[in-house]
Antibody
């Protein structure tokens, strides 16, 4: 079975950095694009970033472009999100999600890791 | 960016009812429309992809239709486990925006 386990969420002050990780198992990680999606009660679900297989096709939402960096380590079956210059509005539950057949939709999700940005 | 608008935002129904949720895109997305179900405290799960394809073991009482800008998710013969929040999402081009959700309750 596909399993995605996020970690790294924490309470941080505005302007600080945080790195999220997602450990994947149960599928051939290197063959699939991966995504980060975040959720807040107020703004609902928001796609954040994606990375294709082979580290190609990296994309970001405008709200995080220039501050967040997505990466992957296929040898470790892991996905990462480096979050710099964090803002209060980045507070959310961050999900790691597996792409289905390069269709830019998400057939497996982790349980999420909570990022809280507050002074 | 393509905006996705769902209606209604909430819906009350009974076991055995048939309900329809609508999703409208601000511009054409052809058939690149997907639906997710989310239950409290859980991650979303994929129900329907590219408008009308049921994912995995999703029961056949779920169906999706539409094209261009207007899409629907229909749930027939509602079961207790169907009471949840439903989201549409387009996959036409980045950013892959979601609708605001439709909460289906009893």
């Amino acid at each position: 079975d596909v399993q995605l386990v996020e970690s790294g969420g924490d309470l941080v002050q505005p302007g600080r950095s945080l790195r999220l990780s997602c450990a994947a198992s149960g599928f051939t990680f290197r063959d699939y694009a991966m995504h980060w999606v975040r959720q807040t009660p107020g703004r609902g679900l928001e796609w954040v970033s994606s990375i294709g297989w082979g580290n190609n096709n990296i994309r970001y939402a405008d709200s995080v472009k220039g501050r967040f960096t997505i990466s992957r380590d296929d040898a470790k079956n892991s996905l990462y999100l480096q979050m710099n210059s964090l803002r209060v509005e980045d507070t959310a539950l961050y999900y790691c999600a597996k792409d289905m057949d390069s269709g830019e939709y998400f057939d497996s999700w982790g349980q999420g890791t909570l990022v809280t940005v507050s002074s | 960016d393509i905006q996705m608008t769902q209606s209604p935002s909430s819906l009350s129904a009974s076991i055995g009812d048939t309900v329809t949720i609508t999703c409208r895109a601000s511009q054409t997305i052809h058939n690149y429309l997907n639906w997710y179900q989310q239950k409290p405290g859980k991650a979303p799960s994929l129900l329907v992809y590219t408008t009308s394809n049921l994912f995995g073991a999703v029961p056949s009482r779920f169906s999706g239709s539409g094209s261009g800008t207007d899409f629907t998710l229909t749930i027939s013969s509602l079961q207790p486990e169907d009471f949840a929040t439903y989201y549409c999402q387009h996959s036409y081009r980045a950013p892959y925006t979601f609708g605001q959700g439709t909460k289906l309750d009893i």
